[in-house]
């Protein structure tokens, strides 16, 4: 795998391979795949000097991010992964600029139960890391949907973590840790209305219950802190994402609330003891893009869900999600992951941002510099394959597909199988995906394959199950063709097909997004011409405005053997 340019726009990524490797039986062999973003805001705003950085950190579907550090000059952030496997991606850095991804916390079948026939939305929810100095120990507590809330915990957040430990007792979602200065830890979390009667749709709880590290079980009762929110009089919906933390000898609950749309916000409380009570700041929201003009330019929306930080020199900053949607009020990236200094009132409140401000998109941090090796900006980015493993961009939805894919036969390529179980079943289809991280973006893949009847491999731009489209040769009656096609609540159909010459096995194959419209074209001259096989696509069906779902888009290759109608029928009850 190659990076070239990153948050400078340079191309000329990753040289083409000579040898043109045979066709398999039954498998599509997948030479390279390039993505290149193209974004108009960086290209137009190139950053001023090397303390500044673009925001979002993380650009594309990295939501509900949560950070910690271990005092030591290393900070950890972590976000949401839902049934994409491998699990929760970890990053490091020493400066909260510069950000590598080290690899992901959930790496196992056995860390991640009940991920098959889950929707693309559903799993790992919210997780939430930090450093135990008690025991120099790192926590990450998260909820499954299909399985109940757990952590899994590591001395060395490098290496691997446990097997989850899961907490029947705390019910709900999005838990969080805190470890207080005494060694005593605790676990809070959103759940629902006191006796489990609701007054209205998105009346939650905030709940709090002591935790013993050296038996990792709860002690004694749960106890209601935040009843509705900040301000019960207004109804307020979805206290959720809880974190507390002691500043000073002062406890702080942070929640958001408003749910992840657009009056998404984030609220801050005080208390003298981690189980409260607490009392909330009359100057809430601490964070919010609500209260904005709907038609202003380029618009953040949907902020909240922070998490705090404080660095080894003293200061704090906070990590949040938050959208960038297009002008017509949709994007396919996403909740991404922001980052901005939290300020500080005269009576200890600490604010993000404040009634009206805007959340920038060029931060500085005075005193530290920014490397070659960020994660925003343009850039592209390739894989050649060469690797003897996946690189950690890679996806898979529900499970390991090791057994669909091998980097070796041949060596130095990525082979797929034709599985039997099409990207819109919820189960482990064969399909890798990688985060879309612009609006405007291309990505192309060199492809070997001599489909039989049925069998499709390619691109997939993925939602979900039912908000896809699938740019592919196939064949049938023993003539080849590309065709584009879109995946709804209805079913697949064509959206165009080109018949092509089979007397090369080799294609390239593209996809062009403007944020707005796809455009999807292949070459049978490796790249020296190219056909559009449909264009003007509309981008919104892969949208989570249409789409709903937590997730944003991912691109990438897939290979099937497409199921007749009654199997396919019979797969969907």
């Known amino acids: 795998m190659t990076l070239c340019g990153v948050a400078l726009g340079l191309s000329g990524c990753g040289a083409a391979k000579v040898a043109e490797v045979p066709p398999q039986k039954d498998a599509a ?32 579907w990295y939501s509900d991010p949560t950070i910690c550090t271990n005092g030591k000059g290393d900070y950890f952030l972590a976000t949401s992964t839902f049934t994409y496997v491998p699990g929760v991606p970890l990053f490091h850095s020493t400066d909260l600029v510069n950000w590598k991804k080290v690899g992901h916390i959930l790496t196992r079948e056995s860390q991640m ?16 890391l930090k450093y135990n100095p008690a025991n120099e120990t790192y926590y990450m507590i998260t909820t499954n949907v299909g399985a109940g809330n757990f952590f899994v915990k590591t001395k060395d957040p490098f290496g691997e973590w446990s097997d989850p430990i899961y907490l029947p007792e705390v019910q709900g979602i999005d838990p969080s840790f805190f470890f207080d200065n005494d060694g005593r830890a605790y676990i809070v979390n959103n759940d629902d209305a006191p006796d489990y009667k609701p007054e209205y749709p998105g009346h939650r709880t905030v709940r709090v219950v002591e935790f013993d590290t050296k038996t990792d079980k709860c002690v004694g009762e749960r106890k209601i802190v935040v009843n509705k929110g900040w301000r019960p009089e207004d109804k307020p919906i979805w206290c959720e994402g809880p974190h507390i933390y002691n500043i000073d000898g002062t406890y702080y609950l942070m929640t958001a609330e408003g749910g992840t749309g657009d009056w998404h916000s984030e609220v801050i409380y005080k208390g003298k003891s981690p189980m409260g009570p607490y009392t909330p700041w009359q100057g809430n929201p601490i964070l919010t893009q609500r209260d904005l003009a709907k038609d202003r330019e380029m618009p953040i929306t949907c902020a909240g869900h922070a998490d705090l930080v404080q660095t080894k020199e003293g200061d704090w900053w906070a990590v949040f999600l938050a959208c960038r949607p297009v002008a017509d009020g949709f994007e396919n990236l996403g909740r991404e992951t922001f980052m901005l200094p939290v300020t500080w009132t005269d009576d200890k409140w600490p604010v993000i941002t404040r009634h009206g401000e805007t959340i920038p998109m060029i931060v500085k941090r005075p005193g530290v510099v920014r490397n070659d090796s960020v994660t925003f900006g343009n850039f592209e980015w390739t894989d050649n394959f060469t690797s003897p493993s996946l690189d950690g961009e890679w996806m898979s939805l529900r499970g390991d597909i090791s057994d669909l894919y091998s980097l070796s036969s041949p060596e130095g390529h990525l082979s797929l199988k034709c599985s039997e179980i099409e990207p819109t079943e919820k189960d482990v289809a064969s399909f890798l995906g990688r985060r879309v991280q612009h609006h405007k973006y291309e990505c192309s893949t060199h492809m070997v394959f001599a489909p039989s009847d049925r069998q499709y491999a390619g691109l997939v731009v993925m939602k979900d199950e039912t908000h896809q489209y699938q740019l592919a040769r196939t064949a049938e009656d023993g003539n080849q063709f590309v065709v584009l096609r879109k995946v709804d609540e209805n079913g697949v159909s064509e959206v165009a097909r080109n018949p092509i010459s089979s007397g090369s096995d080799a294609i390239d194959l593209k996809v062009i997004s403007d944020g707005k419209t796809y455009a999807f074209h292949y070459s049978l001259d490796r790249g020296a011409s190219w056909s559009a096989i449909a264009e003007n696509v509309d981008a919104r069906h892969t949208s989570t405005a249409v789409a709903g779902g937590f997730t944003g888009t991912t691109v990438g290759p897939f290979a099937v053997k497409a199921k007749t109608g009654e199997a396919l029928a019979a797969a969907a009850k």
């Open 113 to 128: 139960k009940n991920f098959r026939h889950q929707h693309v939305s559903g799993g790992i929810f919210a997780p939430d």
């Open 29 to 60: 062999v997948f030479e390279s795949f390039t993505y290149k973003g193209n974004d108009d805001f960086y290209a137009a705003n190139p950053l001023p000097d090397q303390e500044s950085f673009y925001n979002p950190i993380l650009p594309g």
